[in-house]
Structure formats: structure tokens, C-alpha cells
């Protein structure tokens, strides 16, 4: 015979594992907003688009218990040492998510200084709000710009906060993620991070009697996003073709790279996954500890691998303490929690916009003048655009991160919407601006969109 046990256990596995199915598959095709419903909390996001980056804030008006584990080997928190003091009073206001590695943390400070003037207006000045702050590396390689979420994001993302939403995808604190580069081939230039591919922000809510959880996560990892059915989730920067191997086959195939075991890193490294368990179940802080260790360690299922010496991985978990359930252990809320996080990682990956059309007709030579130039990128790169007998082509010079090697010529294949893609695995596409049709390309966009990376003709 079943003990109660047992059939909650029962209950959560065919409901998690047949619900979240469908789930999963519907936010890989397109980019999403979770809704459900939770009180004393508001989640805000703000973005700057010359990044672009982001911050994400969720919002605790009335305070929360918080605890935390903190295993990446690369980590940047603020505040983060609180939540190992034991406190079971509810010390936690605001916990925000950044993009901008070590910079990004200002944003956290903006929260803060934001609630100083809500409370301010209330009449309540003497209050000190409590916030923790995470980051992601979201700059380096993968984009030129250099801006990074500040205090005037921070109190932008807090006073857009609204309750019971939570953008999935490029939003926020994933508007630049990116994960999987631990598998990237080495020694083969640009066209190696072709299978760089983008992540994001994700979420996955529960409720179990009167209990309610939430998941939200950022992944930015070193590792590959895994399904249930132990298939990579993405593996291609600009393509969702769906032919990703399995990570046994990806496992079986990789080659130990030299450049992961250096000794010589200089300054953060690149990858993070941050993570945000909330709940209303009252429990003590020992178990709320042991809810946030948990679940962090089942987190290596959908990431692989997970917590590396080069990943800041940061959960932090919370309870508004509003409710008791008497029928839902500790080790229960934290088995259901964990299978909760696994679909917020799922949900994570964005919505890739379909590629352009290569066209058959070729531009005549007349018309491929108004795009020949030299566009600027920050940092000094350069991107030289030429008329090769009536074939546009691109060389770079400097620095060409993920996207050109230096000195190499590129083929720009004209499509639709007067858009090109770049001959080369990757399949960036190239956008050229102009006031006017007709006119001269004032500026360059590689990958329109939700990364998009600018550049100024000279």
C-alpha cells in the first residue's frame, strides 16, 4: 500500500514530467511570458539597447527569508554572505540579476538606492532594504560594446516591476546569454563559435496544495543546455534545425581543450548561471538551506557540465513564510523545486529569428556602391566593405571576436528585405542602414534583432 508519501511523489513526477513536456516545446519555438500568481512579489526588467544587456529585479516589498548556495568557481554577488548568517527574520527586499560581469553589479545598487526613496515617500526613511545581486559575463567575445547595466537600469528595472509575469528568452538579465562553449572546437577561428549559441532568462511555476513555488534562472554556462530526453537543447548560433547530438554523442566526440585548463586567466571569466527559488511555504532556515543546495545540485541534469571553476553559479532562495502545508516535507517542496528547475532552464532558450532567403538575382554594380565602406566598431575594429566585380565582400581588421577572423574575405550573399548573410557557418546576417533608400549606408547591424551589434561608417 502507497503511504501519503509516496503518492506526492507520484503526483509531482507525472505531473512534471508530462505537463513540462509541453510546455518546453512550446517556449523553444517562440519567446514567451510565464504568468501565474504570487503575492509579495513584482518582477521588473530593463534593458539598454547600445549593449545590448539587461538587468531583472524581482521585488519583495514586504520582505523575505533568504539562503543561498554559491558553487561556481567564478562567481560576483552582492550581499551574498548574508543569506549564509542563519537570519530567519526577513532581512531581503530585492534580489537582481545583471548582465556586465563585475560592472553589472551597480544595478543592485541602483535597486537599492530606489527603495531608499519608495520608503522614503512613505514615511519610512530609516529603513535599510536588504538586496542581493548576481551577475552574467555578457560582453568579451561575443559582442563590442561595453555597456553595462548601471544604477539607472537598476532603478528602471525596479520601477517597472509588476506582479505575477516573467519575460522568458533575450529579456533582462539573458538578453546577451549565451551557453554551450565548453564543447566549442579550438584552433579554428571564428567559424568554431558557430555552435556558440544563445540563451537566456527562464521560468516555471507550481503550486501543490496551498504551496507555491517559482524558478527563475539566467544561464550563461560553459555548459550545454540538456533535455529530459538527454538531447542539446541548441547548438547553433543562428540555426534551429534541430539536428543538436545527444550529450553522450557530444561527450563521446569532444576533445579536451587546452585553452579551459590554462592557468593564466586574467580578470572574470565568462560563464554563470544564476538562480532564484521563491516560495510561501513557512519553514525554518535549515530547510530553506537545504531547498537551496538541492536544487542547485539538480541543476547539473539540464547543464552539462555545471559549477565549473569558470562558471559564477549563484541560487538563491526565498520564502514570503505565508503558509503552512503540513502535507508537503521539506524534502518534497525541494524534489518538486528542483523538477521545476529544469524547466525554467528549458524555457530559457530564445526564439532564433528565421534566416533570410539567399536571392538568385545579383545586385548590379551600381547599386552595391551605396554599401561600400568602412564601418567602425567600438574597440577599434573595422569592417571594410568592397564591390569585387559586382560581389560584395567584407574584410576585417582588429579584433573580430566570434564573428570575422582578421584579414579574411567574407562573401556577402545578398536575400530579401535587402538584408545579407555572411558566407561562413555562423550565418550572421548583415543589415546596411541608410536615411534613404538609395543612399549611402550610414551604419552597419549584424544579426538585427535581439543581439544586435552596431557599426558606424567612417
Same mark, same amino acid.
Given at each position: 500500500?502507497?503511504?501519503? &508519501?509516496?503518492?506526492?511523489?507520484? #503526483?509531482?513526477?507525472?505531473?512534471?514530467?508530462?505537463?513540462?513536456?509541453?510546455?518546453?516545446?512550446?517556449?523553444?519555438?517562440?519567446?514567451?511570458?510565464?504568468?501565474?500568481?504570487?503575492?509579495?512579489?513584482?518582477?521588473?526588467?530593463?534593458?539598454?539597447?547600445?549593449?545590448?544587456?539587461?538587468?531583472? !529585479?524581482?521585488?519583495?516589498?514586504?520582505?523575505?527569508?533568504?539562503?543561498?548556495?554559491?558553487?561556481?568557481?567564478? #562567481?560576483?554577488?552582492?550581499?551574498?554572505?548574508?543569506?549564509?548568517?542563519?537570519?530567519?527574520?526577513?532581512?531581503?527586499?530585492?534580489?537582481?540579476?545583471?548582465?556586465?560581469?563585475?560592472? @553589472?553589479?551597480?544595478?543592485?545598487?541602483? !535597486?537599492?538606492?530606489?527603495?531608499?526613496?519608495?520608503?522614503?515617500?512613505?514615511?519610512?526613511?530609516?529603513?535599510?532594504?536588504?538586496?542581493?545581486?548576481?551577475?552574467?559575463?555578457?560582453?568579451?567575445?561575443?559582442?563590442?560594446?561595453?555597456?553595462?547595466?548601471?544604477?539607472? %537600469?537598476?532603478?528602471?528595472?525596479?520601477?517597472?516591476?509588476?506582479?505575477?509575469?516573467?519575460?522568458?528568452?533575450?529579456?533582462?538579465?539573458?538578453?546577451?546569454?549565451?551557453?554551450?562553449?565548453?564543447?566549442?572546437?579550438?584552433?579554428?577561428?571564428?567559424?568554431?563559435?558557430?555552435?556558440?549559441?544563445?540563451?537566456?532568462?527562464?521560468?516555471?511555476?507550481?503550486?501543490?496544495?496551498?504551496?507555491?513555488?517559482?524558478?527563475?534562472?539566467?544561464?550563461?554556462?560553459?555548459?550545454?543546455?540538456?533535455?529530459?530526453?538527454?538531447?542539446?537543447?541548441?547548438?547553433?548560433?543562428?540555426?534551429?534545425?534541430?539536428?543538436?547530438?545527444?550529450?553522450?554523442?557530444?561527450?563521446?566526440?569532444?576533445?579536451?581543450?587546452?585553452?579551459?585548463?590554462?592557468?593564466?586567466?586574467? @580578470?572574470?571569466?565568462?560563464? #554563470?548561471?544564476?538562480?532564484? !527559488?521563491?516560495?510561501?511555504?513557512?519553514?525554518?532556515?535549515?530547510?530553506?538551506?537545504? %531547498?537551496?543546495?538541492?536544487?542547485?545540485?539538480?541543476?547539473?541534469?539540464?547543464?552539462?557540465?555545471?559549477?565549473?571553476?569558470?562558471?559564477?553559479?549563484? %541560487?538563491?532562495?526565498?520564502?514570503?513564510?505565508?503558509?503552512?502545508?503540513?502535507?508537503?516535507?521539506?524534502?518534497?517542496?525541494?524534489?518538486?523545486?528542483?523538477?521545476?528547475?529544469?524547466?525554467?532552464?528549458?524555457?530559457?532558450?530564445?526564439?532564433?529569428?528565421?534566416?533570410?532567403?539567399?536571392?538568385?538575382?545579383?545586385?548590379?554594380?551600381?547599386?552595391?556602391?551605396?554599401?561600400?565602406?568602412?564601418?567602425?566598431?567600438?574597440?577599434?575594429?573595422?569592417?571594410?566593405?568592397?564591390?569585387?566585380?559586382?560581389?560584395?565582400?567584407?574584410?576585417?581588421? @582588429?579584433? @573580430?571576436?566570434?564573428?570575422?577572423?582578421?584579414? &579574411?574575405?567574407?562573401?556577402?550573399?545578398?536575400?530579401?528585405?535587402?538584408?545579407?548573410?555572411?558566407?561562413?557557418?555562423?550565418?550572421?546576417?548583415?543589415?546596411?542602414?541608410?536615411?534613404?533608400?538609395?543612399?549611402?549606408? #550610414?551604419?552597419?547591424?549584424?544579426?538585427?534583432?535581439?543581439?544586435?551589434?552596431?557599426?558606424?561608417?567612417?
Amino acid at each position: 500500500m502507497l503511504n501519503r &508519501r509516496s503518492i506526492i511523489i507520484i #503526483t509531482l513526477l507525472v505531473g512534471f514530467f508530462y505537463s513540462s513536456k509541453g510546455q518546453t516545446n512550446k517556449w523553444l519555438r517562440k519567446d514567451s511570458t510565464l504568468k501565474f500568481e504570487f503575492s509579495d512579489m513584482s518582477i521588473g526588467v530593463a534593458e539598454n539597447e547600445e549593449g545590448p544587456t539587461g538587468t531583472t !529585479v524581482f521585488y519583495f516589498p514586504k520582505g523575505v527569508m533568504a539562503a543561498g548556495d554559491i558553487r561556481g568557481g567564478a #562567481t560576483g554577488t552582492l550581499n551574498s554572505s548574508v543569506v549564509a548568517n542563519a537570519y530567519e527574520d526577513r532581512k531581503i527586499n530585492a534580489v537582481v540579476f545583471s548582465g556586465g560581469s563585475w560592472f @553589472g553589479l551597480s544595478a543592485a545598487t541602483g !535597486v537599492a538606492n530606489e527603495i531608499k526613496n519608495i520608503n522614503a515617500k512613505e514615511g519610512n526613511v530609516d529603513r535599510v532594504p536588504g538586496v542581493l545581486g548576481a551577475i552574467i559575463f555578457d560582453i568579451g567575445r561575443r559582442r563590442f560594446s561595453r555597456i553595462t547595466p548601471d544604477d539607472e %537600469l537598476g532603478r528602471a528595472a525596479l520601477n517597472s516591476a509588476k506582479p505575477n509575469w516573467f519575460p522568458l528568452g533575450a529579456k533582462g538579465a539573458g538578453r546577451f546569454a549565451m551557453q554551450g562553449s565548453y564543447y566549442i572546437p579550438e584552433d579554428k577561428g571564428a567559424d568554431s563559435y558557430a555552435s556558440f549559441p544563445h540563451s537566456g532568462q527562464g521560468g516555471a511555476f507550481a503550486t501543490i496544495g496551498k504551496t507555491k513555488i517559482a524558478v527563475f534562472t539566467v544561464v550563461n554556462a560553459l555548459g550545454a543546455i540538456v533535455d529530459r530526453n538527454g538531447k542539446v537543447v541548441r547548438c547553433h548560433r543562428n540555426s534551429t534545425d534541430g539536428n543538436c547530438p545527444t550529450i553522450e554523442e557530444l561527450i563521446k566526440s569532444f576533445k579536451i581543450s587546452k585553452q579551459l585548463n590554462s592557468k593564466d586567466t586574467i @580578470g572574470p571569466t565568462e560563464n #554563470t548561471t544564476l538562480t532564484l !527559488v521563491v516560495t510561501n511555504q513557512k519553514m525554518p532556515f535549515w530547510a530553506l538551506q537545504r %531547498l537551496a543546495t538541492q536544487v542547485h545540485t539538480s541543476m547539473g541534469r539540464g547543464i552539462q557540465p555545471f559549477a565549473t571553476q569558470f562558471d559564477g553559479d549563484v %541560487l538563491y532562495a526565498v520564502t514570503t513564510n505565508e503558509i503552512d502545508n503540513p502535507n508537503l516535507s521539506p524534502i518534497d517542496l525541494s524534489f518538486a523545486a528542483s523538477e521545476l528547475a529544469w524547466d525554467a532552464i528549458l524555457n530559457s532558450v530564445p526564439q532564433i529569428p528565421t534566416l533570410p532567403k539567399v536571392t538568385e538575382s545579383i545586385n548590379k554594380p551600381k547599386s552595391l556602391k551605396q554599401y561600400v565602406g568602412i564601418y567602425n566598431f567600438y574597440g577599434g575594429g573595422q569592417l571594410v566593405v568592397s564591390d569585387n566585380n559586382s560581389v560584395l565582400t567584407a574584410k576585417f581588421k @582588429g579584433n @573580430g571576436r566570434i564573428y570575422f577572423d582578421e584579414n &579574411r574575405e567574407y562573401q556577402l550573399k545578398p536575400c530579401d528585405n535587402g538584408l545579407f548573410i555572411i558566407d561562413a557557418p555562423a550565418q550572421d546576417v548583415i543589415r546596411f542602414n541608410q536615411l534613404k533608400e538609395g543612399t549611402n549606408a #550610414t551604419s552597419i547591424t549584424i544579426n538585427p534583432g535581439a543581439w544586435h551589434i552596431e557599426a558606424i561608417r567612417n
